[in-house]
């Protein structure tokens, strides 16, 4: 491993730490919603836990796998606070049976909530714009890492390149800052919505650019 990657994954693991002490005794509103919401932005926090572990143990092509799992769990949190309707809500959160399964099987796929939260006003701009431009970045490679395809198999025959090892390492950090800042918004508390928003700048390190710098001095973007 190199020192910069180790680097990167001691900060990565200071990240999520932080994530979890800011977080875990939090309170939201008692609604299906807001808890819906909540989980399912955990879910993509487990996700990037888990890339960052594969990574550490060299198994860079499976936790380049999970980014596309951690992306869409997070694109559908934020889908189900601000643009699922009432009925796709109950679908969502209905008890696992076959016919739960067979219902969720209408529930809008990437592209679609992508494009609802985009026509979604209370949708924070910022966030929509970083979403579709991490879809438009990485998606196509990500479904090749996820169905076996050609970058997958690439990769593994001839070795995962440390440079892109530490983009999907810092690419997964920054959903992980998303992830958290959702669920801070669900707490409706000041005090840990003002720390999450720390976060970008903070861990700065292990994350890519910022999408939109004058974010560094809190200047607002619609």
Known sequence: MSIELDE?????????????????HASIED????????????????HGKGLQYLI??????????????????LVRGIWLWY???????EKFTSPLTTDSEQAAKGLPGLDE??????????VPPMAVSQLKHFKEVQIKALNSYVHGGIHAFRRHAEGFPLPLAIQVLK???????????????LT???????SVKKLQTKFQNCQPPLLYPAARTGTNHT
Request: proline share 1%; aromatic share 4%; charged share 15%.
């Open 8 to 24: 990167i994954l001691s900060s990565s693991n200071k990240l999520y730490m932080t994530i979890e002490s800011l977080l875990k």
């Open 31 to 46: 609604s299906n919603r807001a808890d819906a919401s909540f989980i399912t932005c955990a879910l993509s926090l487990e």
């Open 56 to 73: 550490q143990v060299g198994n860079a092509v499976s936790a380049t796998a999970l980014l596309r799992l951690q992306f869409e769990a």
């Open 83 to 89: 643009a699922a309707n009432e009925l796709q809500l």
């Open 113 to 122: 909530m992508l494009k609802r939260l985009t026509t979604t006003p209370s």
């Open 171 to 185: 690419s997964s950090n920054a959903l992980a800052v998303m992830s958290s800042m959702m669920m801070a918004t």
């Open 188 to 194: 409706e508390s000041t005090d840990i919505i003002v």
